[in-house]
């Protein structure tokens, strides 16, 4: 799985845009964008994924680049409780071979401020 | 509800015990899997399952053991073989599509303190 690069942390005023970024230069032509977040002490929960189209969803919008380098997750208005890890992570679909595990960073972590 | 348990939310053993971490899930997933976190990391893939009967070793699998006799469950045990087994432990499940992409589902996660 290719890897990726994310900021180590951000701060976002609540009810603005947050738009957390994530390079993956070394991504392959198979290999889907996911994010997930993890709120302190919980397990992570898992946001949007996406190939090459930007991708919609109720909690979030993902933007990937035409060369498909780097993405953007944005968090349309962010509230208090998005404060939170997110992790960028790419991985291919299940070519049958093995159901191995997500491969997790360190992530950005997002503090909205009130 | 459908959805992912593990219990107990916080675990207390002494050093030298082995102690098994329980994972359940009624979302008739194939696969399931078992991470571990340390402070200020990123997940760490410990085993995963694609079926029962069947599991695989992850990338830091040493002193560690589980067993998938059910589809539903797939319970973990740190041995005392486990030179640092304090850290908190988090189960996932998916389904598993040939060719496709899916999304991994958590568990609320085992706080493991060894002494």
């Known amino acids: 799985d290719a890897k990726t690069t994310q900021p180590p942390s951000m701060d976002c005023a609540e009810g603005r845009a947050a738009n957390l970024p994530c390079n993956h230069s070394?991504?392959?032509?198979?290999?889907?964008v996911y994010w997930y977040r993890q709120i302190h002490s919980q397990g992570p929960q898992y946001i949007i994924h996406g190939l090459k189209n930007n991708e919609t969803n109720e909690m979030a919008s993902l933007i990937i680049t035409e060369d498909r380098k780097s993405s953007t997750l944005i968090l349309p208005h962010a509230t208090l409780r998005d404060t939170a890890v997110y992790y960028c992570i790419v991985r291919a679909p299940d070519s049958g071979g093995g159901a191995d595990g997500l491969t997790f960073g360190k992530g950005t972590h997002l503090i909205i401020q009130p | 509800d459908g959805g992912i348990t593990q219990s107990p939310k916080y675990l207390f053993r002494k050093e030298g015990q082995n102690v098994t971490l329980s994972c359940e899930q009624n979302?008739?997933?194939?696969?399931m899997y078992w991470y571990r976190q340390d402070p200020g990391q990123g997940l760490r893939l410990i085993y995963y399952s694609q079926i029962v009967n069947d599991f695989q070793k992850g990338d830091i699998a040493e002193g560690y053991s589980v067993s998938r006799e059910k589809k539903e469950s797939f319970p973990l045990t740190v041995t005392s073989a486990q030179k640092n087994p304090t850290a908190f432990y988090l189960c996932?499940?998916?389904?598993?599509?040939?060719?496709?992409?899916?999304?991994?589902?958590f568990g609320p996660g085992t706080r493991l303190t060894v002494t």
């Open positions: 996932a499940s998916s389904p598993r599509f040939r060719g496709l992409a899916y999304e991994q589902y």
């Open positions: 979302l008739n997933h194939d696969a």
């Open positions: 070394t991504i392959s032509g198979n290999e889907y």
